[in-house]
């Protein structure tokens, strides 16, 4: 398994858009949901979003629940998070992880490098 590489972050005014991608540098991720998680500057990492392994299954945290979509497309081995109206709390490390298995419930393994967000008000 290679490593999990985030892009698409940068500095952004609040109510903009953001779309942020998570592609190996190595394997495939076709066979495992995925996950975005973010960490703000003092404070712990938390969950964001997470997606099945055909995408059929979506799963979101209460405060980007209407703002951001997770989405996979497998023939590209690659996973995005779309966010819109972006707040200045959004700002964070963004990274993205791989599930142990098909569902998002049996947990992850892997941690992206991650990539900045912020948000200026």
């Known amino acids: 398994q290679g490593e999990l590489v985030e892009s698409g972050g940068g500095l952004v005014q609040a109510g903009g858009s953001l779309r942020l991608s998570c592609a190996p540098s190595g394997g495939t991720l076709s066979d495992y949901a995925m996950g975005w998680f973010r960490q703000a500057p003092g404070k712990e990492r938390e969950f964001v979003a997470a997606i099945s392994w055909t995408g059929g299954s979506t799963y979101y945290a209460d405060s980007v ?54 948000v200026s008000s």
């Open 65 to 118: 629940k209407g703002r951001f979509t997770i989405s996979r497309d497998n023939a590209k081995n690659t996973v995005y998070l779309q966010m819109v109206s972006l707040k200045p709390e959004d700002t964070a490390i963004y990274f993205c992880r791989k599930g142990k298995g098909r569902f998002y419930q049996l947990g992850y393994e892997y941690w992206g490098q991650g990539t900045q967000v912020t």
